[in-house]
């Protein structure tokens, strides 16, 4: 049952944010509910500790325990801004399950913590009826942490992104670190879901937003040093990768009364992950040359045994050959 005190309904949207979701944090998102004017000293009290615990086992459900994250180095702090109350007020109040809510009139968050909010909120929504109201909202959009994670829903329910630069701040990168498997589930999802897309549009908009993201955040790892921020692609593509799989488990079946230059550039598009596959590929034969005289010969050979791990040299070919076959005209 959700509180009906609305300090408590506050707490129990921040919980829910950061806990299991389920049925009372559908019932708090997608229905309008009545929010404090000014929270209490106590009230705040509480609320800060909720959102402070809350992050850091979000960050850790979400993948940070697999690798140990915490236990190999020192994490930043995730601080919240004053502005994370109006973002919490904002998801309470609006009832995002219905059309005509009230914009989140907010600068983009600076802080890792209200940031995170913004995201656990926009994974809680995706395929529920708050999924429109959350992606079209400038904070979510102009969000980094956001658009790694989500840039289908963006681009499906929200319109063009902006083009941003994606250069992470350490606390987004400790962030980005963390959430390697969640974001291999993100990915793998809309993957699905772009093959089930009817509308050459519909999968030329997706997969031009898919690329476009890759391609930022693959630059930004190689200028910086930090290939294994990108390795969530690997996981992510694994599952669909096998010897079954053909260009129809990544594209419909397009109208042959469609104009055959929209149905090819969709195809194009719809193998935008699959083309990122290749700069992958390349990462690995370079970490393959690396000889055991050469500087970080160690750190190749790591990089070696988690691509084989997570996805295996075989897969390599087998995302080229289907590359390929969508980039070939459609008979």
């Given at each position: 049952m959700v509180s009906r005190s609305s300090e408590g309904q506050l707490v129990a949207l921040a919980r829910g944010l950061f806990g299991q979701a389920g049925n009372e944090l559908q019932q708090l998102l997608l229905e309008s509910w009545p929010v404090p004017a000014k929270v209490s000293p106590e009230g705040l009290k509480v609320l800060c500790d909720t959102l402070g615990k809350g992050a850091v086992l979000w960050l850790t459900r979400q993948g940070a325990w697999r690798d140990r994250l915490w236990a190999r180095q020192t994490p930043p702090p995730i601080a919240f801004e004053a502005s994370t109350v109006q973002v919490l007020q904002w998801l309470l109040e609006q009832p995002l399950g219905h059309d005509g809510a009230t914009p989140l009139r907010l600068a983009p968050p600076k802080a890792l913590g209200c940031e995170l909010v913004?995201?656990?909120?926009?994974?809680?929504?995706?395929?529920?009826?708050?999924?429109?109201?959350?992606?079209?909202?400038?904070?979510?959009?102009?969000?980094?942490?956001?658009?790694?994670?989500?840039?289908?829903?963006?681009?499906?329910?929200?319109?063009?992104?902006?083009?941003?630069?994606?250069?992470?701040?350490?606390?987004?990168?400790?962030?980005l670190?963390?959430?390697?498997?969640?974001?291999?589930?993100?990915?793998?999802?809309?993957?699905?879901?772009?093959?089930?897309?009817?509308?050459?549009?519909?999968?030329?908009?997706?997969g031009l937003a898919q690329a476009r993201v890759l391609d930022q955040l693959f630059t930004w790892a190689e200028q910086n040093d930090r290939r294994e921020r990108c390795e969530f692609l690997l996981e992510a593509m694994a599952p669909l990768l096998h010897e079954r799989a053909t260009v129809a488990d990544f594209v419909s079946t397009f109208d042959d009364k469609l104009p055959l230059r929209e149905r090819?550039?969709?195809?194009?598009?719809?193998?935008?992950?699959?083309?990122?596959?290749?700069?992958?590929?390349?990462?690995?034969?370079?970490?393959?040359?690396?000889?055991?005289?050469?500087?970080?010969?160690?750190?190749?050979?790591?990089?070696?045994?988690?691509?084989?791990?997570?996805?295996?040299?075989?897969?390599?070919?087998?995302?080229q050959r289907l590359s390929e076959q969508l980039e070939a005209l459609p008979a």
């Amino acid at each position: 049952m959700v509180s009906r005190s609305s300090e408590g309904q506050l707490v129990a949207l921040a919980r829910g944010l950061f806990g299991q979701a389920g049925n009372e944090l559908q019932q708090l998102l997608l229905e309008s509910w009545p929010v404090p004017a000014k929270v209490s000293p106590e009230g705040l009290k509480v609320l800060c500790d909720t959102l402070g615990k809350g992050a850091v086992l979000w960050l850790t459900r979400q993948g940070a325990w697999r690798d140990r994250l915490w236990a190999r180095q020192t994490p930043p702090p995730i601080a919240f801004e004053a502005s994370t109350v109006q973002v919490l007020q904002w998801l309470l109040e609006q009832p995002l399950g219905h059309d005509g809510a009230t914009p989140l009139r907010l600068a983009p968050p600076k802080a890792l913590g209200c940031e995170l909010v913004l995201l656990a909120a926009l994974a809680a929504s995706v395929e529920t009826p708050a999924e429109r109201q959350l992606v079209t909202q400038p904070a979510v959009r102009e969000s980094l942490l956001c658009r790694v994670s989500f840039p289908s829903a963006l681009v499906m329910n929200g319109g063009e992104v902006k083009a941003g630069a994606i250069a992470p701040t350490p606390e987004q990168d400790f962030a980005l670190e963390a959430l390697q498997p969640a974001l291999a589930r993100w990915w793998r999802a809309a993957e699905l879901l772009k093959a089930r897309l009817l509308l050459p549009t519909d999968v030329l908009r997706v997969g031009l937003a898919q690329a476009r993201v890759l391609d930022q955040l693959f630059t930004w790892a190689e200028q910086n040093d930090r290939r294994e921020r990108c390795e969530f692609l690997l996981e992510a593509m694994a599952p669909l990768l096998h010897e079954r799989a053909t260009v129809a488990d990544f594209v419909s079946t397009f109208d042959d009364k469609l104009p055959l230059r929209e149905r090819q550039a969709a195809r194009r598009a719809a193998g935008a992950v699959l083309q990122a596959l290749a700069r992958l590929h390349h990462w690995d034969e370079q970490a393959r040359t690396v000889r055991f005289i050469d500087d970080g010969y160690e750190a190749a050979q790591a990089r070696v045994r988690r691509y084989e791990a997570r996805f295996g040299v075989a897969r390599f070919a087998l995302a080229q050959r289907l590359s390929e076959q969508l980039e070939a005209l459609p008979a």
